[in-house]
Nanobody
Framework: VQLQASGGGLVQTGGSLTLSCAAS????????MAWHRQAPGPSREPVAS???????MYADSVKGRFTISRDNAKNTMSLQMNNLNPDDSAVYYC????????WGQGTLVTVSS
């Protein structure tokens, strides 16, 4: 299984970015797909998740600003991020679970003040 994240970059406070994750294999087999992020430091925190039936969950810090979606037919997952602030700066990782955990490489998001 390969997960390829893209879409990170530098944006000003209040700006928007869309992250994409291209997945190999049968997307339908991934019960859960998610985005996690890691700012400098040891902890990686969950940001948003979506089940294969489309149920979503968000971290309190991003509710109302981020939208996660997945397209099982196109083998992609996206994270639309609006009204970004410097606290959102981190490396963002895509994640998939089908009984085994899979991680993609990260994509860096930097929000300038």
């Amino acid at each position: 299984v390969q997960l390829q994240a893209s879409g990170g970059g530098l944006v000003q406070t209040g700006g928007s970015l869309t992250l994409s994750c291209a997945a190999s294999g049968d997307m339908w087999s991934y019960y859960i797909m998610a985005w996690h992020r890691q700012a400098p430091g040891p902890s990686r925190e969950p940001v948003a998740s979506v089940t294969r039936s489309g149920e979503t969950m968000y971290a309190d810090s991003v509710k109302g600003r981020f939208t996660i979606s997945r397209d099982n037919a196109k083998n992609t997952m996206s994270l639309q991020m609006n009204n970004l602030n410097p606290d959102d700066s981190a490396v963002y990782y895509c994640y998939a679970y089908d009984g085994t955990k899979y991680w993609g490489q990260g994509t860096l998001v930097t929000v300038s003040s």
